[in-house]
């Protein structure tokens, strides 16, 4: 616990909305796992690259605008994609965004702000179940958290701007690998 950023998060977290920083500030403090944060503001060119290999499943990403962070474990001296590990910094992010009156989306429990439910394990479930009465597959990027667009929605003149040059990259990218 009480764990500090090295200077590559503090690098990637610079143009990131300053109250998900506020929240991802004090996540890293309570957190039971140490954690970076590795993308933050992302270029339209790299959103293209996730779009094209279907990482991302959209073009309009909130990391374009500086609306989500991406956050990794960091255990033992090196980055850890367990997934067991990933509810715990989720649940570091529902407590520290309560505190700060800043509702978050988690990657995997999407249609829903953390606070709202009584623990990050049970957001995701939640979602999870949802999916599959619904019939779907769950979006699950247990990296991932933004903060909601309703409450914080990008400027729409910024936006089209963006998702015209993200539709130029990627069809550069088609082009350059001699994709249909
Ligand atoms: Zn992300």
Redesign the pocket.
């Known amino acids: 616990m009480g764990f500090k950023f090295g200077e590559k998060s503090e690098a990637n977290l610079s143009g990131v909305h300053p109250d998900l920083v506020k929240v991802v500030r004090q996540a890293l403090l309570i957190s039971p796992i140490d954690f970076s944060v ?2 933050g503001v ?1 270029s339209t060119r790299q959103q293209a690259e996730y779009f094209v290999t279907g990482a ?1 499943k959209r073009i309009l ?3 374009l605008t500086g609306h ?3 956050l990794y474990a960091f255990v033992g001296g090196k980055t850890r994609t367990d997934e067991g590990l990933y509810p715990q910094i989720a649940e570091a992010m529902r407590l520290a965004s309560i505190d700060a009156g800043v509702p978050i989306v988690w ?1 995997a429990a999407w249609r829903r702000t953390l606070d709202k439910s009584p623990s990050a394990v049970k957001a995701m479930e939640a979602y999870r179940f949802e999916q599959r009465v619904m019939g779907k597959k769950p979006f699950n ?1 247990m ?4 903060l909601p667009e309703k409450l914080y929605p990008a400027d729409a003149a910024v936006l089209a701007k963006i998702d015209a040059l993200v539709r130029q990259d990627i069809s550069d990218i088609k082009d350059e690998r001699g994709l249909a």
Do not use: L, Q, T
């Open positions: 590795w993308e992302r991302s990403s909130r990391h989500a962070v991406d990657g990027d990296v991932h958290f933004e």
